[in-house]
């Protein structure tokens, strides 16, 4: 069926291996969907139960039909404009197609949406890794998504492929973050630079300059949380990107937003006030498998256009993937394709 219908018959395989291996000797690739496969379980039980409990009601596509399921995908937090979008194309396939019985739909549904996503405007998921020196990623979000714990699994990602990584703590005046950064350092085995109640952008430049000296591949600096007043930290991270392009050029090579992917259509107004105030280039959404919002994936590309980068799946170190849209659908949707 459309775009899905080529990635079908590999989710189809890859489900066999899963269950027939029971989680043991997975290729690579299978243990990402396994991830995804367990990472979304609280948002599949929820969606795909009540949309197969939908099916079971309505037997015909009617109005009433098309009611309940716009309710259902706004549950899951798919995000109102989306979701309006969505029923839009639904009913011009159903009409188009002659569809009639509701049993037809599931796979109708899953194209749409996986199209939603695919379609228009070309938002890489890639990080974008500077051609020579170091590559600078700046991490924003408010307090209390897991930026720090985000930054600190980042670093094992890219320690455990062999990088040289630093990591800046540009939250100098919160209570306890500079120190909590600098254990995720020793944590990980990578470079620190900090200092406590003094100016970030200092900080971050002095940071930078030791950086270049010890040769660092990425660059993983923190930054303030404060959103309560956007003018003082708009000028706080205007500042901040002035002295990382004055030290290195094109750089920060990122700016990824933290959102907690339970907090729903909150993540969504973050998005929309951090977008603002300076140059996101992409999203990391924690806490996924505790939610039954993973629909917030496909509204926060569809309400601000950015692309999700990495998404978390779990408490462990390597729990925090690279966003894939084929593996997402697989652990939203397996249950339906």
């Not at 900090?194 to 430049?205: Q, R």
């Not at 990382?244 to 729903?264: C, F, K, N, Q, Y």
Request: no cysteine.
């Amino acid at each position: 069926m459309g775009l899905l219908q080529k990635f079908k018959e590999k989710f189809q395989a890859k489900k066999v291996e899963i269950e027939e291996t029971k989680k043991t000797n997975l290729e690579p690739e299978a243990e990402e969907l396994l991830l995804y496969d367990k990472g979304l379980a609280k948002t599949r039980r929820e969606f795909v139960s009540e949309l197969s409990l939908l099916g079971k009601k309505f037997h015909r596509v009617n109005e009433e039909y098309y009611d309940e399921l716009e309710s259902l995908l706004i549950k899951a937090d798919i995000g109102v404009n989306t979701v309006f979008k969505f029923m839009d194309r639904l009913r011009d396939r159903v009409r188009h197609e002659n569809i009639a019985e509701t049993s037809y739909l599931n796979e109708v549904i899953v194209d749409e949406l996986f199209t939603i996503y695919v379609e228009g405007e070309n938002l890489t998921d890639k990080i974008n890794l500077a051609s020579t020196g170091p590559t600078v990623i700046l991490m924003v979000g408010v307090n209390g998504v897991g930026k720090t714990t985000t930054i600190g699994k980042l670093a094992h990602k890219y320690r455990e492929e062999g990088k040289k990584v630093m990591l800046i703590a540009g939250d100098t005046f919160r209570a306890g973050a500079v120190p909590q950064l600098e254990e995720w350092a020793k944590r990980t085995n990578s470079l620190f630079y900090g200092k406590e109640n003094t100016d970030p952008a200092g900080v971050i430049f002095d940071g930078l300059v030791k950086a270049k000296a010890e040769d660092v591949d990425i660059v993983l600096i923190d930054t303030a949380g404060r959103l309560q007043n956007k003018v003082n930290l708009m000028n706080e991270l205007e500042k901040i990107n002035k002295v990382i392009g004055r030290h290195i050029p094109d750089a920060p090579h990122e700016t990824l937003l933290v959102i907690d992917a339970s907090t729903g259509q909150n993540g969504i107004s973050q998005a929309e006030a951090f977008k603002e105030i300076t140059n996101i280039t992409g999203i990391v959404l924690t806490k996924l498998d505790g939610s039954a919002k993973g629909g917030i994936v496909l509204a926060i590309k569809e309400t601000v256009g950015l692309p999700v980068k990495f998404i978390g799946l779990g408490e462990g170190l390597t729990d925090l993937r690279p966003f894939d849209i084929e593996e997402y659908i697989y652990g939203l949707f397996k249950d339906m394709i």
